[in-house]
């Protein structure tokens, strides 16, 4: 997903885009610091995995986000002369239809972008920023009940030694490290990149990434199209995108609706990433269609959520 940290995702077609994370935005590493040098220089896979409706999955946060909005809007209206109530109500039924996948809802690039699009005409980025971090301090101190996708921590545990497991979110660094301990992955991790802002901060990493290794030994996973995949497919990476909604938003290697569905696409990327790109193309599919090469049909790639009016400023 996406926050002031990571921009979390779409919001209704039409609305205009929200300025992005500038370029050479800070990148925040986490331990072990040694990670990073050792990542470079080594010539193993690299396997990226976006934070929020990746590796760490549930709707608490966002409803989270959405009730912190509220008690913003509610404490800034000294005056009295906003109906905050109506306002809560209506976000509240129109959240509920995006995350429940009500048939006829507005498309948003995920449930952060949804709260921020559907209170758009009332909040500020200002006030969105306040009540973003208010939920990252709720999350890191362990009120939000989150959890690791079912296996994820059996898959991470395979690669160990093969691959490298990095985790790269827009993200602030609150709430992410004790959050991997929480939902059981603390020690799967071998490095953190926090506040990367995604999609401009790949332009600094992955040119590093790819300084001693094939573009094809790099896989991409995430859940947002133009922030997690983009960019690494544009430079030769194999990617996995997380489609939940089926927004189909853009073109992977593989789609899957949760990441378990794309679990045994990373244990063969992994076991061969040359021949995985190769017979594999990064085509429009389906969730949980693999995409090779003989696939027929390709669907207009132009058709993704537009950008939402406001949204965090760490949108992931």
């Known amino acids: 997903?996406?926050?002031?940290?990571?921009?979390?995702?779409?919001?209704?077609?039409?609305?205009?885009?929200?300025?992005?994370?500038?370029?050479?935005?800070?990148?925040?590493?986490?331990l072990p610091p040694s990670a990073a040098t050792e990542i470079v220089a080594d010539d193993r896979p690299v396997l990226l995995l976006d934070f929020d409706g990746t590796v760490c999955v549930g709707d608490e946060p966002v409803w989270a986000y959405a009730d912190a909005v509220i008690e913003v809007l509610r404490t800034d209206d000294t005056?009295?002369?906003?109906?905050?109530?109506?306002?809560?109500?209506?976000?509240?039924?129109?959240?509920?239809?995006?995350?429940?996948?009500?048939?006829?809802?507005?498309?948003?690039?995920?449930?952060?972008?949804?709260?921020?699009?559907?209170?758009?005409?009332?909040?500020?980025?200002?006030?969105?920023?306040?009540?973003?971090?208010?939920?990252?301090?709720?999350?890191?101190?362990?009120?939000?009940?989150?959890?690791?996708?079912?296996?994820?921590?059996?898959?991470?545990?395979?690669?160990?030694?093969?691959?490298?497991?990095?985790?790269?979110?827009?993200?602030?660094?609150?709430?992410?490290t004790s959050t991997l301990s929480v939902i059981g992955l603390d020690g799967l991790i071998d490095a953190t990149l926090t506040d990367a802002g995604k999609p401009h901060g790949w332009a600094q990493l992955l040119p590093e990434l790819?300084?001693?290794?094939?573009?094809?030994?790099?896989m991409a996973v995430g859940d947002i199209w133009r922030n997690d995949i983009a960019a690494p497919l544009a430079a030769g990476a194999a990617t996995a995108l997380i489609d939940r909604f089926g927004h189909r938003a853009g073109p992977a290697h593989v789609t899957g609706r949760d990441f378990s569905e794309l679990y045994p696409a990373v244990r063969e990327?992994?076991?061969?990433?040359?021949?995985?790109?190769?017979?594999?193309?990064?085509?429009?599919?389906?969730?949980?269609?693999?995409?090779?090469p003989t696939q027929p049909n390709r669907p207009d790639l132009t058709a993704r959520p537009d950008q939402p009016a406001q949204s965090p400023t760490h949108q992931e």
Do not use: C, K
């Open 269 to 292: 990327w992994a076991a061969d990433p040359a021949s995985f790109v190769s017979t594999r193309a990064p085509l429009l599919s389906h969730p949980t269609q693999p995409n090779h």
């Open 210 to 218: 790819l300084r001693h290794r094939p573009a094809a030994t790099v």
């Open 79 to 176: 005056a009295g002369t906003t109906d905050v109530d109506a306002i809560a109500d209506r976000l509240t039924g129109a959240l509920s239809d995006y995350l429940d996948g009500t048939p006829g809802r507005p498309t948003f690039l995920d449930g952060y972008t949804a709260v921020a699009a559907l209170v758009g005409d009332i909040a500020d980025r200002g006030q969105l920023d306040r009540a973003y971090l208010r939920s990252r301090a709720a999350l890191a101190e362990g009120v939000i009940t989150v959890s690791a996708p079912p296996g994820l921590d059996d898959l991470l545990r395979e690669l160990q030694g093969r691959v490298w497991r990095m985790l790269v979110t827009n993200a602030p660094v609150d709430g992410v």
């Open 1 to 30: 997903m996406t926050s002031p940290a990571e921009a979390h995702r779409s919001s209704p077609t039409g609305a205009a885009p929200a300025p992005e994370t500038a370029p050479g935005a800070r990148v925040q590493l986490l």
